[in-house]
């Protein structure tokens, strides 16, 4: 009997999650092992403890135990802005005249503005109970470094930010966020690390990028004399069980009516929060206990599912980190500059990209113009400014619901909204000036990156 | 019997209120009459009705019904954000090691980021109803220009904004979130207005106004031919009115858990946050059913409860508006450039006014670099970035809360959080670099502006 349904669904404090969900323990083909870049044999705790903390390293490894108790602390963290609300989009539903349901996940109701907010306080607090001094981390668009000087914050744990130097000078108030919350902010490429030198040295002048910022941060971890870690806000297989907090409200909320999502659809950069919002859901249907469409969404500029490889690659461009089995475009593809800067990454987190591989998820692309047509819609009809990355997941949601306008059909969508757009006026500023445009890689380019994928036995 | 309190109480859709309070109701003294600054009579509903909606005219003058039925359609939008949720600051209170329980009502969630989004869908709405085009405001720091944006957008009507020019080139984002709803804004002083163009003939490359702002805002709907109407976010009764909705649901909230507080906070600019969070109870109090301590904090650098006078003057500095009795600094005052530009008001709204002239409210102010130490302890532990002008309620509620800890007290201390600081980052910027100032007006300095009040017999 399905009750008349709200336009917010909140869940009661006690009704928050007590355990993350692992959906690599009802996966029958696992991932693959991530390898050490220098053997290229599956990487072992050890090994990878003296990058991340041991509790992290422990959880990045186990693809057994379905459930994994979320430490007190935690929750009591999370009350401060969980359980996230699950809306109805009534008035979306009403603007595009479709006889679709459709409800989304808004992630963004937290001064961080997104969901990388409920990796970061558990990495923080794992940091905090090794007894460490700090984390370091890499931070481009500044979505991750928000949410980690945040949780740091909150443990008194002292963060060290290396932030792409484009973004450093570009989002000054991003970056503000991060020093208020009492994070060190360093541009990156910097003199802090041999690395950074070494790039300064020859290419004096560099705005950064992603993959150098990497390589800093994990300089600074493992030259601290154990008293540092290093931390990742997606790709791993740690944040996508964090992040599966994401999909567990979301389903006790829909069960709480008796809906049951036709759709489910996210977008996919590193693959964090869509890995967290399917993971219940894509549970079930590893158990065969139900039939979901998952749909990942990415920019046209950086198609790594829909025309990657599924291979072994490099996670950064630095190429220090484990290799891993996944979709990729190349470690040293360059995504065109675009306004999603959370999905400019050139691969995809092992876990999305075996369910992918196994013909359990569906993957698209879009481009950025049509991304922000999506994006204002939305915004005037519901009343949330929608970060860039979050509306492609807007846009594909739009696009499905529509069709079910041509058709007839009353399905069921239920998508991912990740955060918020506060920080990402200046690319609503080209919008709303017209002046924004698409680029989309020609195979040429693809397979010039895809040509130095590394060999792996 | 009091149940243990979750960190965060939220109401249930169906426990929104359905009426506003009207708190001019149980006012023994009323508020003065508004005057007609040509006539200096009190002004008529008729002569209310040619700048302001004809509902909302009505309502401005209505000092005797208590409670007003919000239409229908404005229910619904509000459910779209709805109701706010009201916070116990548990991770607040361990910080300060203070006995006193603290909660506060947050009303930063929504896109606008601040509480003005509940008066501007309901005169939105009115304008709609009384078919007109559009409606002219201004903004200077732009809160009410977003929120009004917003509003607009749901109902399809036409919004034009008048942004004074300094805002408008220091916060283009701000701008930009205006226009990413639809609205039209123009830097204020413009050639498209007579009275614009007569300041920019004088003044060539002023940054212009507040009153400037209005005075343009005000001519652009009087010359529209009937099609639009000017709305204001502040200072005015309406608002008050709309803004009781704070007060209701937090009062609601509290009654759930059979809490009562002793003290209530809020930051006062032109009064429309405060006087809405404390109307139900005041109401209870001048009705004789219960004992409150209502504190309002202004800034020092515009301390208009605490060191202006009670008297008739002009509501903007072009003194076209209608005169009212306000606790006021003088039309002519123009407060020290701060970063709570939502404070910089000279007046105080007649509710409030009468209200602290009756004893029933006191009032202290606050300088700006200890409101934004205010703001960081809070945001470090609370996990929310204030704005500047709510963290004016933030310190004095931690000065409350840390007075209770000297004498043992366990006082119950409510505040309002009005709103988000994530386009005051700059702000923030300098009060990390340690570079933020304060000022103080001097007694010259307030005589000066006060020399100047309008003689009214």
Same mark, same amino acid.
Request: net charge negative; hydrophobic share 35%; glycine share 8%.
């Given at each position: 009997?399905?009750?008349?349904?709200?336009?917010?669904?909140?869940?009661?404090?006690?009704?928050?999650?007590?355990?993350?969900?692992?959906?690599?323990?009802?996966?029958?083909?696992?991932?693959?092992?991530?390898?050490?870049?220098?053997?290229?044999?599956?990487?072992?705790?050890?090994?990878?403890?003296?990058?991340?903390?041991?509790?992290?390293?422990?959880?990045?490894?186990?693809?057994?135990?379905? +459930?994994?108790?979320?430490?007190?602390?935690?929750?009591?963290?999370?009350?401060?802005?969980?359980?996230?609300?699950?809306?109805?989009? +009534?008035?979306?539903?009403?603007?595009?005249?479709?006889?679709?349901?459709?409800?989304?996940?808004?992630?963004?109701?937290?001064?961080?503005?997104?969901?990388?907010?409920?990796?970061?306080?558990?990495?923080?607090?794992?940091?905090?109970?090794?007894?460490?001094?700090?984390?370091?981390?890499?931070?481009?668009?500044?979505?991750?470094?928000?949410?980690?000087?945040?949780?740091?914050? $909150?443990?008194?744990?002292?963060?060290?930010?290396?932030?792409?130097?484009?973004?450093?000078?570009?989002?000054?108030?991003?970056?503000?966020?991060?020093?208020?919350?009492?994070?060190?902010?360093?541009?990156?490429?910097?003199?802090?690390?041999?690395?950074?030198?070494?790039?300064?040295?020859?290419?004096?002048?560099?705005?950064?990028?992603?993959?150098?910022?990497?390589?800093?941060?994990?300089?600074?971890?493992?030259?601290?004399?154990?008293?540092?870690?290093?931390?990742?806000?997606?790709?791993?297989?740690?944040?996508?069980?964090?992040?599966?907090?994401?999909?567990?409200?979301?389903?006790?909320?829909?069960?709480?009516?008796?809906?049951?999502?036709?759709?489910?659809?996210?977008?996919?950069?590193?693959?964090?929060?869509?890995?967290?919002?399917?993971?219940?859901?894509?549970?079930?249907?590893?158990?065969?206990?139900?039939?979901?469409?998952?749909?990942?969404?990415?920019?046209?500029?950086?198609?790594?599912?829909?025309?990657?490889? +599924?291979? $072994?690659? $490099?996670?950064?461009?630095?190429?220090?980190?484990?290799?891993?089995?996944?979709?990729?475009?190349?470690?040293?593809?360059?995504?065109?500059?675009?306004?999603?800067?959370?999905?400019? $990454?050139?691969?995809?987190?092992?876990?999305?990209?075996?369910?992918?591989?196994?013909?359990?998820?569906?993957?698209?692309?879009?481009?950025?113009?049509?991304?922000?047509?999506?994006?204002?819609?939305?915004?005037?009809?519901?009343?949330?400014?929608?970060?860039?990355?979050?509306?492609?997941?807007?846009?594909?949601?739009?696009?499905?619901?529509?069709?079910?306008?041509?058709?007839?059909?009353?399905?069921?969508?239920?998508?991912?909204?990740?955060?918020?757009?506060?920080?990402?006026?200046?690319?609503?500023?080209?919008?709303?000036?017209?002046?924004?445009?698409?680029?989309?890689?020609?195979?040429?380019?693809?397979?010039?990156?895809?040509?130095?994928?590394?060999?792996?036995?």
């Amino acid at each position: 009997m399905r009750k008349e349904i709200p336009y917010k669904i909140y869940l009661a404090e006690d009704e928050l999650p007590r355990q993350w969900y692992n959906v690599r323990a009802d996966m029958k083909n696992k991932p693959a092992p991530l390898l050490n870049p220098d053997t290229r044999l599956p990487i072992t705790e050890d090994e990878l403890s003296a990058v991340f903390c041991r509790e992290l390293a422990r959880q990045e490894l186990d693809d057994v135990n379905p +459930y994994i108790d979320i430490p007190e602390p935690l929750i009591d963290f999370y009350r401060m802005y969980r359980p996230a609300p699950l809306v109805r989009a +009534y008035c979306l539903e009403q603007k595009l005249d479709t006889p679709a349901h459709i409800y989304y996940k808004f992630e963004g109701n937290n001064t961080s503005g997104s969901h990388k907010l409920n990796s970061a306080i558990a990495q923080a607090y794992y940091a905090k109970q090794q007894g460490l001094a700090g984390v370091t981390t890499e931070t481009g668009a500044g979505q991750w470094g928000t949410a980690l000087s945040m949780a740091c914050s $909150y443990f008194d744990l002292d963060c060290r930010v290396y932030m792409v130097k484009v973004s450093h000078d570009q989002k000054p108030h991003r970056r503000e966020v991060m020093r208020t919350y009492g994070a060190s902010v360093t541009p990156s490429p910097s003199d802090t690390t041999e690395v950074g030198r070494k790039i300064l040295a020859a290419h004096p002048g560099t705005g950064g990028s992603l993959g150098c910022a990497i390589s800093e941060a994990v300089e600074a971890a493992v030259t601290s004399g154990g008293k540092y870690r290093y931390v990742l806000g997606s790709v791993l297989s740690q944040v996508l069980l964090h992040q599966s907090i994401i999909g567990l409200e979301t389903k006790a909320a829909l069960d709480k009516y008796g809906v049951k999502p036709d759709i489910i659809i996210g977008c996919a950069g590193g693959g964090s929060n869509l890995g967290g919002l399917i993971s219940p859901f894509m549970g079930e249907m590893l158990r065969g206990e139900a039939e979901y469409r998952f749909i990942a969404v990415e920019p046209a500029s950086c198609p790594t599912l829909t025309r990657g490889v +599924y291979a $072994y690659d $490099y996670c950064d461009t630095g190429m220090i980190c484990p290799l891993a089995k996944m979709y990729t475009l190349g470690s040293s593809f360059m995504p065109a500059p675009m306004h999603a800067g959370g999905l400019r $990454y050139h691969g995809m987190t092992p876990v999305l990209s075996q369910l992918c591989a196994d013909g359990l998820m569906e993957a698209t692309s879009v481009t950025q113009t049509s991304v922000f047509d999506a994006a204002v819609t939305f915004a005037r009809v519901e009343g949330i400014l929608p970060a860039p990355e979050s509306s492609h997941a807007i846009r594909a949601a739009i696009d499905e619901a529509l069709k079910c306008k041509e058709t007839g059909e009353q399905k069921t969508i239920l998508f991912g909204l990740t955060g918020t757009g506060y920080f990402d006026m200046a690319a609503y500023g080209r919008h709303n000036d017209g002046s924004l445009t698409d680029y989309i890689p020609t195979d040429e380019e693809i397979a010039a990156s895809l040509a130095q994928l590394p060999v792996v036995e």
